[in-house]
């Protein structure tokens, strides 16, 4: 361990500044967003949501790391510490299965990549889970690490280390079961380009064992986290209500897929993808190609099976597009950050494999040159869209927050001598107004004025956000019961919108804030 860390504190250095530098100014910015308002509303009772939707590992995790009662400012630097630890933890498994590749440079454009990637913003914009999600990666390295011992040394006790960590890190969040087949993988693929590498020929055979006892061990921990959840915790609807399948065609299902794999490989038409991941993808299999066809190597038989898992590799963070029948959300495409890392960590691995065996330096070189330049202009600017997203996130919060403090003011006064406090209901919405220089996600953007504005029944849900948010900066009211909706809805009508005179106003026992005509 002491070595490793001496070997690596240069590559760990470089992976905890890349982290501070792209998430720093989120993180540790106490900026409120949806969920968070409602765990620090509730506290305790959040967890029952949780719970019901099979992420008792995360429900767990809390306590356990002393944040059930939530501290932004704690959860934040966490978030960066551990955020950090995964990527390292990640790149050092890449290592050490592919093999001795002067690990230096293949490092900095594999952090680059995976940190800097704009998906990762709208995960950290849920203050409330971050830190914990970040030590779910860690330990999602470890049960790789596990699993591979096991099948390479047929010790059981690696194997039970890996279900039983699988088992939390599945229960955390669901999203982890495709970010450790593609863990799976990547190593299988590093572990057959090494034996190549070497000259060994590896029969097809043992590769097919492989990939059995991998599969075996990942279906054992999976249906017994789901057995868990559904014996102890119950089930949810939340998960089938975002499948397609069924809901809509399979035209319709099959042209999401395809569009979503588009834009992730272009970087066509959205701001959470890049070109770069489709330029490395390409560079890295004409480097495959070029290192498995140079003659009189002894492990040119074993290309096909290299090939196989490269492009497996590629598909993996596409595995929950196939299940929903469409895109995902952003926030849980963990794998796509850790493929862009991969790529690039890759791209230089196979240049400085052929470092010695290239007649011409300036080909090796220009090749090293060239993925690096990629590598660092991919991570460039998905870095200024992440910074872009956290900039917008924190207008959007200034801008909730004069609202929110502007409506308590207009309540409180409207509310004035009233000897019992009235619940209050609002009606319409507020769409967030950034400047040019703010840029909308699919969460990052939205303001809590806005939110579940089209869930049913009409401004129920919304209202209910909006009163949680209200929450944070020191008003706590309640909410109108479901059944005076009707009425509040039929009052709101010959009312004026926010911010006109009579926009709040305190009528037939509960208060009506009218934000919009809708």
Known sequence: ???????????????????????????????IGIDTEDLLHLQDNFYGGWLHTGRQGLVFLKY?????????????????LLFGAAVAAFLRLWDRTGGKAEEGLA????????????????????SLQ??????????TAAALYLSFQWVDRHAWRYALGSVCILLLVFSVYQSFVVMYIFGIVAMLLLQALREASEGAEVKTGAYVRRVALHCGLFLAAFLLNTLITRLFFGSSSYLENQIFWGH???????????????????????????WGLGLLA??????????????????????????FFYGALLTTPFLMSVVLGGTPAMRSQLA????????????????????????????????????????LVCGAEQAKVTWKLYYTDRCRYEQDAALGRAVISQIEAETAGEEAELPVFFVGSREFTGNHACVKGEIIGISFFEHDRRVEPEFYWSTRRILGFLHTLGADYIQIPEEWMGDALARSAEMPSWPAEGSVRAVDGMVIVKLSAE
Request: with cysteine.
């Open 107 to 126: 490092w900095g454009c594999g952090s680059l990549l995976w940190i800097s990637h704009p998906a990762m913003a709208e995960q950290f914009y849920f």
């Open 130 to 139: 971050s830190m914990e999600i970040c030590l779910a990666m860690v330990l």
């Open 64 to 80: 356990v790391l002393g944040n059930a009662h939530f501290n932004p400012y704690f959860a934040g630097s966490m978030t960066l």
């Open 1 to 31: 361990m002491k070595e490793n860390l001496k070997k690596y504190r240069s590559c760990l250095f470089v992976t905890g500044l890349l982290a501070f530098l792209v998430h720093g100014a989120k993180l540790n910015a106490g900026i």
């Open 248 to 274: 809509a065609s399979v035209k319709d299902c099959l042209h999401g897929i395809a569009g979503h794999v588009v834009k992730a490989f272009t970087g066509y038409d959205s701001v959470f993808y890049h």
């Open 336 to 375: 796509l950050p850790a493929l862009t890392g991969f790529l690039g960590w890759l791209g230089i691995k196979l240049v400085l494999l052929q470092k010695g065996r290239v007649r011409r330096e300036g080909i090796f070189r220009a090749a090293l040159l060239c993925i690096g330049a990629v590598s």
């Open 282 to 307: 390409a560079a890295d299999l004409g480097l495959l190609l070029w290192f498995l066809k140079e003659p009189g190597r002894k492990g040119r038989k074993n290309g096909g099976v290299v090939l």
